[in-house]
């Protein structure tokens, strides 16, 4: 057991590492100047300012000290929890920033995963063996894992949003509201929330749907399963069994598609200008903000390295298999 | 199991060579009878022709400013204009080349390095095989889009080649797990210890033994790499990463969102380009089902 | 008469046309019975065993009945065929070791297998205990997942779970196929032991294995070609064979008592007939030494002694 999560944790420290060092060295080994570009765009107009800041940015980037200097200097600063200071909205800490702009994404996201998650298994559990629902199902399935996010943003905000008028597309939050703990701000929370989850939901929704049907067909077709059917087990229970098994692959499989949905999340927001990190990555780009644009990089690979171990920890949990394994069972 | 159903005998003394033959004949019965791979091969074929030969009848490039400004679908403009009045449809069918383009060549790239990965690791084993794997799960954690989002953001050069290049480098790792797998089951099987024990080359030994007996699972593979990077390059363009100097289906999403044509309600702006990538990767997946149920006798309706 | 098999034809339907897997099989089967079905692979004798509790899905009835204690079993109908599966009719699978839901205690799945089929679990818990120990098993494995037992293990628990319901007919599909030798040799007595005390009333123990057969069985039945060949006594099967096909397999033998493999009944010159288009007459002639003429006739399976029969021109009739 504790050999197993060492492992898995070995892992996960290597990958962060490795993140850490690209997210050091793409700066400072790509051509053209990082601080000359992030000024540029840096619309300071106060002289003095500018200065301070093109000073700060030498600084940090401080291409005067050794290499390796500069390398632990940034460690050091990743562990204070200093990303840096925002070039676009200088001189607010880009930690700040991305803080601020976590929630609504993990808003999204969550709701947007876990749902789809258990609405796309039972929909695949339905329609596996089942001639009518499995010709309907599968290809809309495919069809809506083929789907680009931030098309099905687009069609839903112009179809329900700007169309049909029913719901906001725009922003977190109706701008003309001060943020705070009322009925009528978090009705706008919920009003500006609903159709950018929507949209990641009905994507994400084919995948799980259709991974489902193909695992369930696949422990139907069991030894276990043709088993209990000659003797006589009922369909109900042969199908209990076929999708509690065809369940753990799914959860590993929620690991694996982590990645695709966090940056459909990404997608989603800038369409519908929520004010997420994909925004925040948006506008960094724009602003050629290159602190907000990797402090963000690093807490999506910390997002993803936590998630990622919670997974593995429920299946763990989850799977008699791989459970007595690791407690050594006798055989 | 299987063996009862096989026709007792009847691939003995009756028939003695015609066992290969036979089975690609099968293979074909079912392939002409699947709807699945027919459908689905049909569309990305007209889709993959628009691409190739549609430019040739459209007489000025994607980009020119040519006809009246926001116009909807006419006779003369088949899917509108731009707010610059520029032709979508010319946009539309270079967009596809350059989406087709992005796919065969990032997810080869991806097919390349993944299955050479999972080969090497699953015929391997031991301590390359850790090395790999370790490297594998590495890459694999990591989401792609947001590494490239990094990765692109700092380079000048923004082509549809290192646009794939990159791709490539970032999405093969689950390709790399499968074909390991499929390697490590095959390494066992006696011809592979046959060929081993004459003294052949591991490379000869990967190419000649084992990669022929999973050669369906290795088109798939692909398939779906194919896929994933048409819609990664398609994310890359939407967030204004993409090439700077062509025209793609996720350039003109790009733009129509950048422009407003949301709210100028200009719908033939942004629906084609995601309609086109939606159904190239759409229908090259339920071209993958028809082939997994061609191939893979288990899943057969029967 | 526990079972009573009169002329049995089920098909394989495939592209190339039906398969006659089963080409009129007929046979009886006493009360207290254990028969061994022996033959090359491919005979018809796992299909045998399976159309007698479930036909997959490929698998089509044409002709023929079955009765079991008197009752006609409706072999065809997949529903009706539910009552007497595992009440009457039972199997251990030739897969035994992967016929248990790996990610259930097995103590949890034989109750959920057993409510689902009518039987209050706490009714037969102390039977379950009891029959765990005959056949050497502690009754915690019940506790334990499939994956924490050996295989031996597995397939004592599936022949205990099988036999729960007390069945009269058990069908062991090549039970014993992927057990060491000695494992095999006390499975199989558990099995003998079984029918002595009554748990199970006659059973078929389909087998390529011939000198395993004459350790337990009764009576051997030797199928060829989706037809009987010849059913007898073991000792008569092993000692008096009468059907050349049955001498031939017999005498692949290195010597009774030994076990053997597949590889040495190939030893029987040339491969049986394809049955997409069987041949007409009698099945074996084609690798018969002893075919003459007659043999393009279909010869009927008679009694040619007391319990003896046989389907060949050339055995006294």
């Known amino acids: ?195 950018p989850f929507l949209s990641m939901f009905i994507v994400a929704l084919g995948g799980w749907a259709i991974g489902m049907r193909n695992m369930i067909i696949y422990e139907l077709e069991a030894d276990y399963s043709n088993y209990l059917q000659a003797l006589g087990a009922p369909r109900r229970l042969i199908r209990r069994y076929a999708f509690r098994n065809a369940m753990l692959p799914q959860i590993t499989g929620l690991a694996v598609q982590l990645g695709t949905v966090i940056a459909g999340a990404l997608l989603t927001e800038i369409v519908f200008n929520y004010p997420g990190l994909g925004s925040l990555i948006l506008r960094a780009l724009n602003n050629n903000d290159y602190f907000v644009l990797q402090g963000t990089f690093l807490f999506v690979i910390i997002g993803v390295l936590i998630a990622n171990f919670i997974i593995d920890i429920i299946y763990v949990l989850v799977d008699p298999r791989t459970r007595v394994q690791m407690t050594g069972g006798s055989s | ?113 993944g299955t050479a990965i999972g080969f090497i690791a699953g015929y391997k084993g031991g301590i ?118 062509g025209v793609s289906l996720g350039l003109m999403l790009q733009n129509s969102f950048t422009w407003s044509a949301l709210h100028l309600g200009m719908w033939w702006w942004f629906i084609p380009p995601g309609a086109g990538i939606t159904a190239i990767v759409g229908s090259m997946y339920i071209l993958n089902v028809g082939l997994d149920e061609i191939f893979n006798p288990k899943l057969r309706e029967l | 008469m526990t079972l009573r098999v009169k002329d049995l034809k089920v098909y394989y339907q495939t592209l190339r046309g039906d398969v006659h897997a089963l080409d009129g099989v007929d046979f009886e089967l006493a009360d207290g019975e254990i028969m061994g079905l022996a033959g090359e692979s491919g005979c018809g004798k796992s299909t045998l065993g399976k159309s007698l509790i479930r036909l997959d899905s490929r698998m089509r009835h044409v002709d023929g009945t079955i009765e079991l204690d008197g009752e006609d079993v409706p072999i065809a109908k997949d529903r009706e065929m539910n009552r007497f599966r595992y009440h009457e009719i039972s199997l251990i699978p030739q897969y035994a070791m992967s016929a248990l839901n790996p990610t259930r205690k097995i103590g949890r799945m034989i109750n959920e297998l057993l409510q689902s089929r009518g039987v209050r679990p706490s009714e037969v818990t102390e039977e379950l205990n009891r029959r765990l120990e005959l056949v050497g098993l502690d009754p915690d494995v019940l506790k334990r997942f499939p994956i924490e037992l050996s295989g031996g293990m597995k397939q004592r628990v599936v022949m205990v779970m099988a036999t729960l319901l007390n069945p009269s007919l058990l069908i062991a599909d090549e039970a014993t196929s992927a057990l060491d030798v000695s494992t095999q040799r006390s499975v199989v007595e558990s099995m003998v032991e079984f029918r002595d005390r009554g748990y199970v009333k006659s059973m078929i123990f389909v087998t390529h294995d011939i000198s395993l057969v004459y350790q337990m069985a009764d009576t051997v039945m030797v199928m060829y070609a989706g037809r009987v060949a010849e059913k007898a006594p073991a000792s008569t099967i092993i000692n008096d064979p009468q059907h050349p096909y049955t001498k031939m397999l017999i005498g692949a033998l290195p010597e009774v008592g030994a076990t053997t493999d597949e590889a040495r009944l190939e030893g029987i010159p040339g491969t049986p007939p394809g049955l997409l288009h069987p041949p007409t007459g009698c099945r074996f002639k084609a690798r018969c030494p002893i075919a003459s003429e007659e043999c393009s006739e279909t010869p009927p399976l008679v009694e040619i002694e007391p319990g003896h029969w046989a389907a060949c021109w050339k055995t006294g009739r």
């Open chain 1, 1 to 195: 057991m504790w050999r197993y999560m060492g492992r898995k944790l070995g892992i996960y420290a290597i990958t962060f590492v490795i993140a850490v060092t690209i997210n050091w060295m793409i700066p400072r080994f790509m051509p053209g100047d990082p601080v000359r570009s992030m000024l540029n765009k840096a619309s300071v107009s106060d002289p003095e300012a500018m200065e301070r800041m093109t000073n700060y940015y030498n600084e940090v980037f401080g291409l005067e000290t050794p290499i390796h200097q500069q390398y632990f200097a940034f460690w050091a600063g990743l562990f204070r929890g200093d990303l840096g200071i925002s070039s676009m909205q200088y001189p607010e800490p880009v930690t700040d920033i991305i803080l601020r702009a976590v929630p609504f994404t993990l808003g999204l996201l969550l709701p947007a995963i876990i749902l789809s998650w258990i609405v796309g298994n039972h929909f695949g559990a339905f329609a596996a063996r089942n001639k009518i629902l499995d010709n309907t199902v599968l290809p809309v399935g495919y069809i809506l894992t083929a789907t680009p996010y931030m098309w099905l943003a687009l069609l839903l905000a112009w179809s329900v949003g700007v169309v049909g008028g029913f719901l906001p597309t725009s922003s977190g939050y109706s701008l003309a509201l001060i943020p705070a703990f009322s009925w009528e701000f978090i009705a706008s929370l919920i009003t500006h929330w609903f159709l």
């Open chain 2, 128 to 245: 390359v095989d850790e090395i790999l794997n370790m490297l594998t799960n590495v890459v694999l954690v990591l989401p792609a889009l947001v590494v490239l989002i990094v990765a692109v953001a700092y380079l000048d050069i923004k082509g549809v080649f290192v646009q794939s290049l990159f791709i490539g480098m970032t999405s093969w790792p689950w390709a790399a797990r499968a074909v390991r797998s499929q390697a490590l089951s095959l390494a066992t099987r006696d011809y592979v210890d046959l060929a081993r024990l004459s003294g052949r080359r591991t490379g000869k030994i990967i190419t000649t033994e084992i990669a022929p007996n999973m050669s369906s699972y290795l088109v798939m593979s692909f398939i779906l790499l194919f896929g994933g990077a048409v819609l990664i390059a398609a994310g890359l363009d939407f967030i204004g990463l993409g090439p700077t100097d």
């Open chain 2, 1 to 113: 199991m299987s063996n009862v159903a096989g026709a007792p005998g009847s691939d003995g003394t009756t028939e003695p060579q015609p066992a290969v033959e036979r089975r690609t004949s099968e293979t074909l019965h079912f392939a002409k009878r699947n709807p699945k791979l027919l459908i689905g091969s049909g569309i990305v074929l007209i889709l993959l022709l628009l691409g190739l030969i549609g430019p040739l009848f459209v007489d000025h490039g994607p980009n020119v400013y040519i006809g009246p400004q926001s116009q909807p679908p006419s006779a003369e403009y088949w899917l509108g204009t731009t707010t610059f009045g520029q032709d979508i449809w010319a946009q539309f069918v270079y967009g596809l080349r350059s989406t087709f383009m992005v796919g065969f060549l990032g997810g080869g790239i991806a097919f390349v390095i």
